[in-house]
């Protein structure tokens, strides 16, 4: 290699390298504290250490679990609605839902916001966050319909297992699918 | 005593050595330049899509109301600047004002300053949309974050360009410590991801039993393409949910010896695209490939890219060679570079 073809930067001085090695320190230690802390499963030596790193942690986007697929794959979760009308007509819908929404990052974007409602409704979660997303969502359709109430329920879909699919169970089976009622909204005034 | 003193000063001298060469030895900012171009036009292209249903998502009676977000963020330093911008005008001002910013890293003008506007727009998204994000966001901020503290612009970009234009000519290759120190950022970051999703997997009984990947392809909701077929292969299921969680749980100590680096990479070429075909994901597939790219040495990528030799100057496939151990250059002319004598 023809020295004239590489100009390197030069070496960070001492002091340069000291400071460097202590911030990559820090951060490292937030980056591996935001999985270890992440609840549910976390120790309370993890959790002590998370109150201390909680404002970097979080500032920087590093409080995520990466538990992709994890504990197992499951049911997904759909959010089913049935708006009800001034003049008492009603019309049904759910999400996510591909005929609705493309591409397929934005009905991911659907799916992620009614496996978050169910996530959110995990035993031991309080309940508040719960029925502000079921609000939140409620009232979004409630305003973008013109509805003057909807009722919300949560859809889980089971994944069949392989000897099921061998004897010919398809994956939209209607044995496969579980509403459970998440409440009905009325038209927030605002 | 005095050997035992003069083993722990050795081994103190060796770490410090050790440390210095893994962090502060320059290196060719091809990798991080490459990174910068594919991290970049995942940015743009996801907020292109947040763009289909912006005020549907963020505005007054949106998916994601302020009430609802704040209820889950309440006590968390989490922030956005979303939060200042509720109308219709005001959220789109921003969001295009976004997309030029991820434009701009993207083909690599104004990198030093639009890298940081990067960080700051994408992690102003993932604050504010609480509720509909996935990994696609974790990796793209995370990215975001390391190519702002690296020269991501020092290679394949508009900026190297028109420097190369200043001066009338091609322009050597500026290996550094810089574009070291954000390589190796990423590098730990990915082993940190895959370490935490390896171990919480280990939890669940359908990683040990097997059928994992058959309840991820067989749920619908996901599916992209048709895998059902694979319910008469049983033993393969098993077979690809075994690899999948070894691959995961290992690749943190796999990935740094030069004999299993590129088996690992090659790995996890299959099983990130398998999520991207199959499982509807390709935006997530793909930015993981991306993190993977952060162990594929400069002269790899120079080797790669068509002109990446020539094209960027006479000395663009200095990149020193494999005598790189982790991606980075090992000129021992640096003062971070050199091992102690003894």
Sequence with gaps: ????????????????????????????????????????????????????????????????????????????????????????????????????????????????????????????????????????????????????????????HYVPRMPEVRAGMQLSDKALFRDEPVGTFERDAS | MNREVDYGRQWFADVVAGWNRFWFEPTDPATLGMIRICAGAMLLYTHLVWGLDLTTFFGAHGWLSPSAVSSVQEGSFTWSYLWWFESSWALWTVHVAALVVFAMLTVGLFTRVVAVLAWLAAMSYVGRATGALFGLDQINVMLAMYLAVGPSGDAFSVDRWLKERRAGGPLPVRPSWTANLAIRLIQLHMCVIYLFAGMAKLTGMAWWDGTAMWMAFGNLEYQSLDMTWMADWPRLMNLLTHVTIFWETFYVALIWPRLTRPVMLALAVPLHMGIAVCLGMMTFGLIMLVGNMAFVPPWVIRAMVPGGKSGQGRGASAGPRPNSNLGATRSRSTVAGTRPKH
């Design chain 1, 1 to 156: 290699m023809p020295a004239d073809n590489v100009e390197t930067q030069a070496a960070p001085r001492a002091g340069v390298r000291a400071l460097v090695s202590l911030l990559v320190v820090l951060h490292l230690t937030a980056v591996f504290w935001g999985p270890f802390a992440m609840p549910p499963q976390a120790s309370e030596l993890a959790g002590s250490g998370a109150v201390v790193l909680r404002p970097y942690v979080d500032g920087v986007g590093l409080a995520n679990g990466y538990r992709f697929f994890a504990p197992e794959p499951g049911p997904s979760h759909l959010l089913r609605y049935e708006l009800t009308f001034d003049d008492g007509s009603t019309r049904e819908g759910f999400f996510p839902n591909r005929d609705e929404q493309q591409p397929r990052l934005l009905y991911h974007r659907y799916f992620m916001m009614s496996e978050f409602l169910n996530s959110l409704g995990g035993q031991g979660a309080p309940r508040e966050r719960a029925d502000a997303y079921a609000k939140s969502y409620a009232d979004h359709l409630t305003h973008s319909t013109g509805a003057k109430s909807v009722k919300l329920f949560l859809r889980r």
